[in-house]
């Protein structure tokens, strides 16, 4: 069950990143344990029309997405953390015809960095497509509110 004030916050996070837009990612489930996003599967994300395979490149932007915006569930209040370092090892393809969900925590946070860890898998979080870990460097609340650099 996901919590209200995390689940309002990370789907506000969502709405500002115009490309998980127009791939149609939405939150599924956010708490303090981490977020869970899903990528419908469409003709967008095909890396070969004969064989209707997802293209890794929509694999990495859905983890990317999921460990950045999961820094929303472990910190108290929204910030900016941009990717520092991603790696995700592929296990098997996606499978055609079916959404793809990721799901990422925040298992260390630091005054500076924030580390994450996740899965992207379709239909059992247990047989995932792909592992990832990410660093996200903390910038700051003020970034978001435009006060950062008031005192340059």
């Given at each position: 069950?996901?919590?209200?004030?995390?689940?309002?916050?990370?789907?506000?996070?969502?709405?500002?990143?115009?490309?998980?837009?127009?791939?149609?990612?939405?939150?599924e489930q956010a708490d303090r344990k981490g977020l869970t996003l899903r990528l419908p599967y469409s003709d967008k994300?095909?890396?070969?029309?004969?064989?209707?395979?997802?293209?890794?490149?929509?694999?990495?932007?859905?983890?990317?997405?999921?460990?950045?915006?999961?820094?929303?569930?472990a910190l108290p209040e929204l910030e900016i953390c941009p990717t520092l370092d991603l790696r995700i090892?592929?296990?098997?393809?996606?499978?055609?015809?079916?959404?793809?969900?990721?799901f990422a925590e925040c298992y260390r946070v630091t005054p500076t960095v924030i580390f994450t860890r996740g899965v992207a898998y379709q239909r059992d979080i247990n047989e995932p497509i792909a592992h990832v870990v990410?660093?996200?460097?903390?910038?700051g609340k003020g970034v978001v509110t435009g006060e950062r650099g008031a005192s340059r």
């Open positions: 069950m996901s919590d209200p004030v995390i689940l309002e916050r990370t789907q506000h996070f969502l709405s500002f990143l115009r490309h998980c837009q127009v791939l149609g990612m939405r939150v994300i095909v890396s070969d029309p004969e064989t209707r395979i997802i293209h890794g490149g929509a694999i990495t932007t859905l983890m990317d997405t999921t460990c950045g915006i999961s820094t929303a569930c090892d592929y296990m098997h393809p996606a499978e055609p015809d079916h959404d793809v969900f990721g990410g660093a996200f460097m903390r910038m």
